[in-house]
Each structure stands twice: as C-alpha cells, then as structure tokens.
C-alpha cells in the first residue's frame, strides 16, 4: 500500500537507534525526506547515512537533545532552512528510570516531565503553525501501553506518558480542522535497548538472570514474544501517512494483545 508520503518532510527524534530509527527507517522506505536527531551528532549522522544507503531517501543526522530549546530549535531551523517546510513530526525519547513512588523524588519527577511531555511539546510549538498554514500536517507521539495499563515498577513512566496522551488528545481536536492529525502509538514490551536495560534493573532487584526476565514478559504477551522495533516504525508510518487522513487523537496500542482492556 503507497503511503502517500512521497517527498513528505519528516522529523523524527531520538532516532539513531531503537523505535525512533526504525519509524525514520519506514518514513524513508515511503519516500519521505527525514530529518532525525539525536543528542550524539556522530550517532545521528551514522544513523542517517545508514538509511540513505538502504533506502535512497533524503536523510539528514542532527544532533540535538530534546530536552533544551536552544537546541531543539536549531533542529527544526536546520530542516526547515534544506527542505522549506515540515510536513511530519514524530515525537520520542528515551524512558525515565524504572522506580517506585518511595523511592522518587521531586526532581526526578521534573526531569521526567521534561524528556518525556515538554520535549514532544516544545517540538510541536515550533512545527504547528507551518502545519496548520499549509493545510496539512501529522503529529505522532512514541508512548507505551503503559498509558493504558500502568506497568508496575514504572511509576515515572506511567505518569508522565499519561499526561502527554491528554495533551495530545486535546490538541487534536484544535488543530483538526486544519488537516492536521495528533496520535500516539503506544509500544508494549518491545526489543530495543531500553527494554534490555529495564531487563537488567529487574534482574538485578529479582535475582533472576535477564533472559528469565524477558521470557517472563513474553509469556504475559498473547502473542509469546516481544515486538521489534520494526513493527512499531510501521504504526508509526501508517498513523503520518495520507491513509490516516481521517485518524486524530487515537492511542494506537502495537503490544500483542499484552492490553486487556475494551478501549
């Protein structure tokens, strides 16, 4: 199925590994022109030389940390200086730490805010008015089931992604007449490198080794295994795309049934 995002202008964020480069690597399969970012400049440029090898789409690396808006926006000046406009943004960042509400401080509860809900919505500020003046635009917000399902030991998480689903539904619904769609995909249990880390926090707080953790979430999966990466990308693709022209303000769960809820 064609997308319908040929010569679309995508920017994605933290994309040099794990779900972010894997929703750049699709854009590009598509023929979107991508933009991706990371904090580590050589990550980005590697990343983005990687796509452009396999895909023969326009790829740019940038470096730039989504937590600092000096920084963020010099990202979007960049792709709006090579390619004129923004067509597309998909929002992600890294998870906050694995921890229970005993354990978490205030400060903790600020830095986790700031990377995982003012990062999607300062990049937002910048690229929506260009979005909403030309007609046509997609937002897509990288969250977790968690949002549907609070996952325990990930209280940070769980807050945090919550609130950035309220906004973006709320948002949708401003911006929609103007052909602009806001949605959100929501991973479940996903082999990237995060989960490897969350992996590695709850063996060492179990006692269990780290692959007896990862085979413990896999059997919670209807499907018995863990998603890669690509699956999510695909979400990812379809949700920016002009086939989801009439999809705003959706939590779109890619977990494997792992959600029991009905909504």
């Keep these: 199925m064609d997308l319908g995002i040929k010569d679309r202008v995508a920017l994605v ?3 040099s ?4 480069f894997a929703a750049a690597r699709e854009l590009a399969k598509e023929g979107a022109r991508v933009f991706l970012c990371s904090r580590d400049e050589k990550r980005a440029s590697e990343a983005a030389q990687e796509l452009h090898d396999e895909t023969g789409a326009t790829v740019a690396g940038i470096g730039a940390d989504v937590t600092d808006n000096e920084s963020v926006e010099r990202f979007v000046k960049l792709a ?3 390619a004129g406009r ?3 943004l998909v929002n992600n960042a890294g998870g906050p730490p694995s921890t229970t509400f005993v354990d978490t401080d205030l400060e903790m509860f600020r830095k986790a805010f700031e990377l995982n809900a003012l990062s999607a919505i300062r990049l937002a500020k910048l690229v929506l008015p260009g979005m909403r003046a030309q007609k046509w635009g997609r937002i897509v917000n990288i969250t977790s089931v968690s949002v549907k399902q609070p996952i325990e030991g990930l209280l940070l998480s769980n807050t945090v992604r919550a609130g950035l689903t309220g906004w973006a539904k709320t948002v949708s619904t401003e911006v929609a007449a ?3 769609t806001v949605n959100n995909v929501a991973p479940g249990y996903t082999l990237t490198e995060r989960q490897e ?4 926090a709850r063996a060492a707080a179990t006692g269990k080794p780290k692959e007896e953790m990862i085979g413990l979430w896999a059997a919670q999966v209807p499907m018995r295994r863990l998603a890669s990466p690509e699956e999510i990308g695909a979400a990812v693709a379809f949700l920016a795309s002009e086939r989801a022209s009439y999809i705003t303000g959706v ?3 890619v977990d494997g049934g792992w959600v029991r809820s009905l909504l």
């Design 80 to 82: 709006l200086e090579r």
């Design 86 to 88: 923004i067509d597309i």
């Design 251 to 253: 939590t779109l769960q």
């Design 197 to 200: 880390e969350l992996a590695t």
């Design 13 to 15: 964020a933290a994309a």
């Design 17 to 20: 590994k794990g779900i972010g």
């Design 178 to 180: 103007d052909n602009v």
